[in-house]
């Protein structure tokens, strides 16, 4: 009897030493794994860097008046909605056509500030994420989406490549929670989040072009089609 109880002592010790073991292999990656907004922002070098290398954007696409038709007595409006590259405004990345009721029409994004520390040069950079395109007819939660709520924006497919693809998908999916946390906005060099909604009386004939300035003001400018 002792004998037995000897050797199931032995066996819980042993069981015990390997799941100690095992733990200090795996931890590391349960850790990476439940990783949040804000530990990444404070300890990824590899996401600071990529914001210390924001450069200066001015235009970031266009929409175009496809037609506008009076339909059962209601006046509809189809837009063309594009997109450019970062550095080449002649690259379309992204191309949708949306039809709304009226002839106003709201273009919705959300804009994350930077302090200037963060960035480079020293001067003040944001990022933007386009939402949803909606008439003056229809609550704004009905509106047409752009970008996939949470995925990586097209324009900035390549800016957090030397992140894992985990990190990444982390990043774009909960930056904007922080919304709601403005202390820890500032802790991580971020001056704010906010959305930025543009609006005018759209016609035909005409291309409304997107700028943004670099503190992330959004404004449209409609130049004469060609």
């Not at 037995?4 to 010790?13: C, E, G, H, Q």
């Not at 390997?18 to 733990?23: G, N, Q």
């Not at 959300?110 to 949803?132: N, P, T």
């Not at 992140?163 to 999916?173: A, G, N, T, V, Y």
């Amino acid at each position: 009897m002792v004998y037995l109880l000897k050797k199931m002592r032995f066996f819980s010790y042993a069981f015990a030493a390997l799941f100690v073991a095992a733990a200090a292999l795996i931890g590391p990656g349960l850790y990476r794994g439940a990783m949040t907004i804000h530990e990444l922002l404070s300890e990824n070098k590899h996401l600071k860097q990529a914001i210390a290398n924001l450069t200066e954007e001015d235009q970031i696409g266009y929409a175009k008046v496809i037609s506008q038709r009076k339909e059962d007595g209601r006046l509809l409006t189809t837009i063309r909605f594009v997109e450019t590259a970062r550095g080449d405004k002649t690259k379309v990345i992204l191309q949708r056509e949306y039809t709304v009721e009226g002839d106003i029409v709201h273009f919705d994004a959300l804009i994350v500030k930077f302090e200037d520390k963060m960035v480079a040069d020293g001067k003040s950079r944001a990022l933007y994420l386009w939402r949803r395109v909606y008439g003056e007819k229809m609550p704004p939660g009905e509106g047409y989406a752009i970008e996939e709520p949470g995925a990586e924006p097209r324009r900035y497919s390549g800016l957090l490549q030397a992140l894992p693809i985990k990190h990444r998908e982390l990043f774009w999916s909960a930056i904007w929670d922080l919304a709601n946390d403005p202390n820890k906005l500032h802790e991580h060099g971020i001056r704010a989040i906010y959305g930025s909604v543009m609006y005018q009386p759209l016609r035909e004939g005409l291309i409304y072009v997107f700028k943004i300035s670099p503190t992330g003001q959004l404004y449209p400018e409609a130049v004469p089609a060609m």
